[in-house]
């Protein structure tokens, strides 16, 4: 495999250049083109490989919250909030959807660190990496909690990288829409950003060491006190969140061990010939929730040691450059996992957490479960299922036709979610509109095929056994 050519690096390095991007975030892009370029191995293969076979619970930490009441003086809690409701019919952050009482994710984010910083008499700083999309509206929303403020900035932006020409591995070119020219980088970005905005330097100055790192979109993710205990006391340089997984997350990125050191596995490292491996739950114990604890000295040192960024596994998408043109010319876009840093740090270690750390939102079947019963909102403000079993078991399938986006889903339920606290399943195909107090009860399939609207009367009990 030929080297990169000069060409191809430095128009990649003049388009982000031009866009007033770091020298950091260049040079880290550029590494990871010439990785890819020069033959790099994007696959992680099962034959070089060894499964996690056990791992400490989180639930066995009790004695280290004590420690981590004083290492909560030299904490910040951050938040990935660069990601947008696209996929269901947003036009801005995700975050800002609401998901209980009219309250929004960024709410519920607020009230968490308040809720913490009141009960500790700790500072506590709370920081969003946005993208440049989603800053200025989170910040909008935000400042109605004008007690957040500290003398540190709410938020830093993630980076933004070339899309790749997939014939010659030039930057896209695309006049009719530049916005179309440039892709994120992944939430690896994190710790480039953490440094091009200043923010690692002014958090380390003000004595600030431990982060806790989660997605925007997952309440359950909130600052514990065990475990930032457990992290800091054992000096820990960059912790996991893991769970155990279940056929429900078999398709989610793995933990895994390479010639002793811990790493994550992401589905688009897997091969074809891998795949039933990769998906077996019986092998691979453990899947990444995204929550992750960094002490922040210590990534001050692995960044002066890598110039070029931390050296993340490489990921690479091809997509069509038009998202809604199927059959429209291609592109590459070159990606780094946050969470794959635990492979960079020596001594780096995972904890098994329980399912009510890691409650995600990815699509309107997600977000109906969170509106539902099923769910309860706790006094610190996390969102936790109803029953410590219920939210491995609960399987919502809304037909996307009709329950696709937020407005969809509002319109069929204008009366609030069904009570699901008692159901395994609920499946829905074709156009129904449920009226308020429905109930559902075990395993429930509701098939429309009239064409037409089927309503579900207030008060409904819908029972598998009837």
């Known amino acids: ?13 003049k388009r982000m250049h031009a866009a007033g991007m770091p020298e950091i975030a260049i040079r880290s892009f550029i590494r990871t083109l010439r990785f890819l370029r020069e033959g790099g191995e994007t696959m992680i293969h099962e034959s070089s490989i060894d499964p996690v076979d056990a791992l400490p619970h989180a639930d066995g930490l009790g004695d280290f919250e004590g420690l981590g009441r004083e290492a909560a003086r030299h904490a910040v809690v951050i938040k990935l909030n660069g990601g947008l409701g696209t996929s269901m019919g947003l036009n801005g952050p995700k975050s800002l959807l609401p998901v209980r009482s009219g309250l929004t994710f960024l709410d519920l984010i607020a009230r968490q660190v308040l809720w913490l910083r009141s009960r500790e008499s700790v500072e506590l700083p709370l920081m969003l990496m946005n993208s440049f999309r989603t800053s200025e509206p989170s910040l909008e929303a935000l400042a109605q909690y004008p007690q957040l403020a ?37 939430h690896g970005d994190l710790y480039a950003a953490l440094l091009s905005s200043g923010q690692l330097g002014r958090l380390r100055e003000r004595g600030i060491r431990y982060a806790f790192v989660s997605n925007a979109d997952n309440l359950g993710g909130a600052l514990d006190l065990s475990i930032l205990g457990w992290f800091a006391a054992r000096e820990i340089p960059f912790a996991m969140e893991v769970a155990e997984r279940t056929l429900a997350d078999k398709k989610g990125g793995h933990l895994a061990r390479r010639d002793g050191q811990l790493i994550l596995r992401e589905s688009a490292q ?59 010319p291609r592109c590459l876009q070159l990606e780094t996992a946050m969470g794959a840093a635990i492979e960079c740090f020596e001594g780096a270690e995972a904890i098994c957490v329980s399912r009510d750390r890691f409650a995600p939102v990815k699509t309107t079947n997600d977000l109906l479960g969170l509106w539902s019963d099923a ?36 319109d069929r339920f204008p009366g609030g979610a069904p009570s699901l606290v008692k159901c395994s399943r609920l499946s829905i195909r074709g156009d129904h509109l ?17 064409g037409g609207q089927v309503e579900i009367s207030a008060g409904s009990v819908l029972d598998e056994r009837r």
């Open 375 to 410: 769910f309860e909102l706790t006094d610190d403000s996390r969102l936790v299922a109803a029953h410590p079993e219920l939210q491995q078991k609960l399987e919502i399938d809304l037909d996307p036709r009709f329950y696709r986006n937020v407005e969809q889903l509002q």
């Open 434 to 450: 449920f009226g308020a107090g429905v109930s559902v009860l075990g395993d429930v399939q509701l098939v429309n095929e009239s």
């Open 1 to 13: 495999m030929p080297n990169l050519d000069p060409m191809i690096a430095d128009a990649h390095r």
């Open 270 to 328: 897997c091969t074809a010939e891998d795949l039933l491996s990769f998906q077996d739950i019986e092998r691979h114990h453990y899947f990444n929730t995204n929550n992750l604890w960094v002490d922040l000295d210590k990534l001050a040192e692995r960044i002066d040691a890598s110039p070029d960024g931390l050296p993340l596994p490489v990921i690479q998408n091809t997509k069509t450059i038009e998202p809604d043109v199927e059959d429209g």
């Open 150 to 186: 500290t003398s540190l900035p709410l938020d830093f932006l993630q980076h933004r990288v070339p899309r790749i020409n997939v014939e010659d591995g030039m930057p896209v070119e695309w006049p009719s829409a530049p916005e179309l020219e440039w892709c994120p980088p992944g």
